[in-house]
Every structure is written in structure tokens, then in C-alpha cells.
């Protein structure tokens, strides 16, 4: 069980990573399931609608190199616990969402419900690699 304690937690960041990513660009909500504060007029017609981009609430992606640079590091570790961030690998990424953390707060922080389907979907899987374990023997 301590052998796939790590990758099962890189596993659970990756999919909390994706329903954060999920919520952020198809609905343009927060954590707390509030709107973003939107785009300004002047970026939301010159920078967006004009490029063929959705400007009716702030979704966070034009290239989508942003969201392609979100990983899942792990951030600590032992025999019985595994600490995993959600972050940008590039450091030109990191500033962008360091902007949008001054302007909208953190776009990466999960929600309540994003995280408890996360925790249910882990404890399920290490239930079942212990029921394995215990049916091999």
C-alpha cells in the first residue's frame, strides 16, 4: 500500500486539478460558486471578442498554454501521508496566475464539493488496492 501512496494522490491532484479547470472555463465561477469579476470592456472586445474569444465571463483561457502548464508536484512526503500542490510548471505561467490571484483571488483553489468527491474517489481506490491485496494472499 505505501508503494502506490504517492501515485495515487498525484492521481487524485490530477483530477481535482481538472474539476477546478473544468468549473473555471465552462461556467467562470470561484471556489464558493460565484462569478469571476469579468474581463474589462477594453480586453473583453479588443483582446477577446475580436480574436473569435468568449468574452462573457472570465474563463481564464486564449491560448490554453496557461491551463497545459497546470501540474500536480508532489510537496512532501513519508510512509503514511503524501502532500501534493496544484501549480504551473512554467515560470511565465506563474506570474499570469499570480496576476489573476491579485485581481479574482486564487483561480486554482478547489471547491468544498470538488474536494470531497476527490477524497471519496482516493479512499475508494485505496479500499480497493487493499481488497486486492488481502484477496492475493
Same mark, same amino acid.
Given at each position: 500500500?505505501?508503494?502506490?501512496?504517492?501515485?495515487?494522490?498525484?492521481?487524485?491532484?490530477?483530477n481535482?486539478?481538472?474539476? &477546478? *479547470? @473544468?468549473r473555471?472555463?465552462?461556467?467562470?465561477?470561484?471556489?464558493?460558486g460565484? /462569478?469571476? %469579476?469579468?474581463?474589462?470592456d477594453?480586453?473583453a472586445?479588443?483582446?477577446?471578442?475580436?480574436?473569435?474569444?468568449?468574452?462573457?465571463?472570465?474563463?481564464?483561457t486564449?491560448?490554453?498554454?496557461?491551463?497545459?502548464?497546470?501540474?500536480v508536484? &508532489? *510537496? @512532501?512526503?513519508?510512509?503514511?501521508?503524501?502532500?501534493?500542490?496544484i501549480?504551473s /510548471?512554467? %515560470?511565465?505561467?506563474?506570474?499570469k496566475?499570480?496576476?489573476?490571484?491579485?485581481?479574482r483571488?486564487?483561480?486554482?483553489?478547489?471547491?468544498?464539493?470538488?474536494?470531497?468527491?476527490v477524497l471519496?474517489?482516493?479512499?475508494?481506490?485505496r479500499?480497493?488496492?487493499?481488497?486486492?491485496?488481502?484477496n492475493?494472499q
Amino acid at each position: 500500500m505505501r508503494k502506490t501512496l504517492v501515485d495515487d494522490a498525484i492521481a487524485s491532484g490530477f483530477n481535482l486539478s481538472a474539476l &477546478v *479547470k @473544468a468549473r473555471v472555463q465552462r461556467r467562470g465561477e470561484d471556489y464558493q460558486g460565484k /462569478d469571476f %469579476p469579468p474581463y474589462t470592456d477594453d480586453y473583453a472586445e479588443r483582446g477577446r471578442r475580436d480574436l473569435g474569444y468568449q468574452d462573457e465571463y472570465f474563463d481564464f483561457t486564449r491560448t490554453g498554454e496557461a491551463w497545459k502548464s497546470v501540474g500536480v508536484f &508532489v *510537496k @512532501a512526503k513519508d510512509d503514511d501521508s503524501v502532500t501534493v500542490s496544484i501549480r504551473s /510548471d512554467s %515560470p511565465s505561467n506563474q506570474v499570469k496566475f499570480a496576476g489573476a490571484v491579485r485581481k479574482r483571488g486564487n483561480i486554482l483553489r478547489s471547491s468544498e464539493q470538488e474536494r470531497s468527491l476527490v477524497l471519496k474517489d482516493f479512499a475508494n481506490r485505496r479500499r480497493e488496492r487493499f481488497q486486492k491485496l488481502m484477496n492475493e494472499q
